[in-house]
């Protein structure tokens, strides 16, 4: 996988999503069906003898409805310390929570080994010395298109406005400093389907305030320095 992203400020540093390897609910709807099920995730060609991959084994059993679900999945596979390459099998459990759909059935969710939320997709960042799959925020990982050249902040809050307009019944496309802080759910959405996008308005709104405090932190700088430089030229000194 490719190096680590790069920028001007510590935590544009951090890995981005499309670094990391991803394991998604929606790729284990099947799974969590059949408590006690084994099986393997891979990424690329599983042909190949390259190819990178985790085994997984649903466990437990949850009665939803009548219906049978796995309760958690236990994932192993074998991850490399940098740098000093040494392999380690890595085993634990991810468990499952579930919602219910307005069009029926059940959706699963992880439910972060960290930190304990709910959430569609985990990550595990390459080259970071990290063993477990985690959520975003556990990980700080950023997105790809927040860290290129140009101008970031703006970036970042189109970002937010679009997000917000796509879950918005009234697709309102507001500041992110500004009310509404929370989209209200357009008329026959499904909960589940908003609630992902609500989350993806949240993760806007958390890179936006993330390069908002950037950009005071350069500027802040950017006056000490010049005050320092104020000083020296009218003789001002700290002796």
Same mark, same amino acid.
């Not at 936006?208 to 350069?218: A, K, N, P, T, V």
């Given at each position: 996988m490719g190096g680590f992203g790069s920028g001007r400020r510590e935590y544009a540093t951090t890995p981005t999503v499309e670094e990391c390897r991803a394991v998604d609910t929606d790729d284990l709807k099947e799974l969590t069906e059949h408590p006690n099920a084994t099986g393997q995730l891979y990424w690329g060609d599983r042909d190949d003898d390259d190819a990178n991959y985790i085994g997984w084994r649903t466990e437990g059993v949850r009665d939803l409805d009548g219906e049978e679900r796995a309760d958690r999945v236990r994932f192993q596979y074998t991850t490399t310390h940098y740098p000093s390459e040494e392999s380690t099998t890595v085993e634990y459990a991810v468990r499952f929570d579930y919602t219910e759909p307005n069009f029926g059935g059940v959706r699963p969710w992880f439910m972060c080994p960290e930190c304990g939320t709910r959430r569609r997709k985990l990550y595990l960042p390459p080259r970071r010395n990290a063993d477990r799959f985690l959520c975003r925020e556990c990980y700080d990982l950023g997105y790809r298109s927040s860290r290129n050249s140009g101008n970031e902040l703006e970036r970042a809050e189109q970002r937010y406005r679009k997000a917000f307009a796509k879950a918005d019944a009234e697709s309102r496309r507001p500041h992110p400093n500004n009310l509404p802080y929370t989209p209200d759910r357009p008329k026959g959405m499904h909960r589940d389907t908003f609630a =992902? !996008?609500?989350? %993806?308005?949240? #993760? &806007?709104?958390? #890179?936006?305030? #993330? #390069? @908002? =405090?950037?950009? @005071?932190? %350069? !500027? !802040? &700088? %950017? @006056?000490?320095t010049g005050a320092e430089h104020a000083a020296g030229a009218f003789g001002y000194t700290d002796r």
């Open positions: =992902d !996008l609500v989350e %993806d308005v949240r #993760e &806007a709104k958390r #890179e936006w305030r #993330e #390069e @908002m =405090d950037g950009r @005071m932190q %350069d !500027l !802040l &700088a %950017d @006056m000490g």
